[in-house]
Each structure stands twice: as C-alpha cells, then as structure tokens.
C-alpha cells in the first residue's frame, strides 16, 4: 500500500514532508487534525495511517480472509510434507491451447507438465493442487530444466 505526502507548508519545507490519511488524502497540517494508526486485528490488510475526521476502517472481512489463508498454508504444508509437489506457476502455449504447469516440492525440485487450458482452469487457483488434481500421471512430469528461463524463479540457461 501507497501512501501520500504533503508539504505541510510549500515547498521550502520539503525536508519536513508529512504523510495524509490513507483514507482521505488530508494533511494533517494543512487541516489541524490529529493522526492515528489503524491496525487490521487479523493482521491482513495491513496498517492505516487516518486523520481524525475519518471513522475507523471495517475489519470484519479480514479475519475470514486471514483464517482461510491459513487453512491454505497448512493444507500446502501438509502436501509438502507428504512428498507432493504442489502448483507453482503455470503459463499458457501460444496458439495450442495448453498450459505448461510448474510443479514443486519440499526440496525445490520442479517439474514441469502440459494440460489442456479446460483442465487447467478446472482448479482454483486460490487453494495447493498437485498433478494428481490435473490428471497427470508421474511418467508425464519433465524437469523443469528443461524449460530454464521460463518461470520468473528459474535462472535463464547460460548455454
């Protein structure tokens, strides 16, 4: 998150620059009002700097976002754990049709696998899936160094 800043008295005082309310946008010199932080109780969303002209943000969304993504985390760990290799990244073939799907596990070994874009869009992208959710059987999985350069993770080959 962004956040602006104000002069707080023109520009021969740049060196004492001010943040304004995340909320809106006022300075607090320029309009007398007092800052306060606001902090997400879930700790999701982040901190709020607001003037005390704007009322407190509403959290109540923050503490199911936080608590889903947990659930998440602990089921990609559980996968991990248990020698899976989970969805990393995928990138659609050009004029096939297909998506190359990248794959990775506990050790940060990838491999590399192509399903149609039907199968791929098939999964949420939200939640930990394996090859196995795709249909992919392990024979069908390549090394992923195969195609070095071409996830934003991998080194470009030197070759």
């Not at 491999?111 to 939200?126: D, H, I, N, S």
């Not at 392990?138 to 195609?147: N, Q, S, V």
Request: with cysteine; hydrophobic share 35%.
């Amino acid at each position: 998150m962004g956040h602006s800043v104000c002069l707080g008295g023109g520009s021969e005082v740049f060196h004492s620059k001010t943040r304004t309310c995340d909320a809106c946008d006022t300075c607090p010199r320029e309009s007398g009002r007092r800052m306060r932080w606001d902090r997400c109780p879930a700790g999701w969303c982040g901190d709020f700097k607001l003037c005390s002209g704007c009322p407190p943000l509403d959290h109540a969304a923050c503490a199911e976002a936080a608590s889903r993504r947990q659930t998440v985390a602990a089921t990609e760990a559980a996968l991990l754990d248990a020698g899976e290799y989970i969805r990393r990244s995928a990138v659609s073939i050009d004029g096939t049709g297909e998506v190359r799907v990248w794959f990775r596990n506990r050790d940060g070994v990838d491999l590399v696998a192509e399903v149609t874009k039907a199968t791929y869009r098939a999964q949420p992208l939200g939640e930990p899936k394996t090859p196995a959710d795709y249909g992919i059987e392990p024979d069908e999985l390549i090394p992923a160094e195969r195609f070095a350069g071409m996830a934003p993770w991998m080194p470009r080959s030197r070759a």
